[in-house]
């Protein structure tokens, strides 16, 4: 759970949680599919390559601060 993976998070400095639902997500549906009709995720809970790699450059500052 987002719990769980917060509180590993803070209790170790080599660890960094970083939420991804609200970039899927607006409080009553997630997208599934991308403007470009692709799908964002290989399954239940991985995003894709192609979703990764459109996503990196606004999230890695917070990957890698």
Do not use: K, M
Not at 34 to 47: C, E, N, P, Q, R
């Amino acid at each position: 759970s987002q719990d769980l993976l917060r509180q590993i998070a803070r209790s170790d400095p080599g660890v960094r949680y970083v939420p991804l639902d609200p970039l899927f997500c607006d409080g009553e549906s997630c997208a599934i599919y991308g403007a470009d009709g692709l799908s964002l995720f290989i399954d239940d809970d991985h995003i894709s390559r192609n979703t990764a790699e459109r996503l990196l450059p606004a999230l890695q500052d917070q990957i890698w601060p």
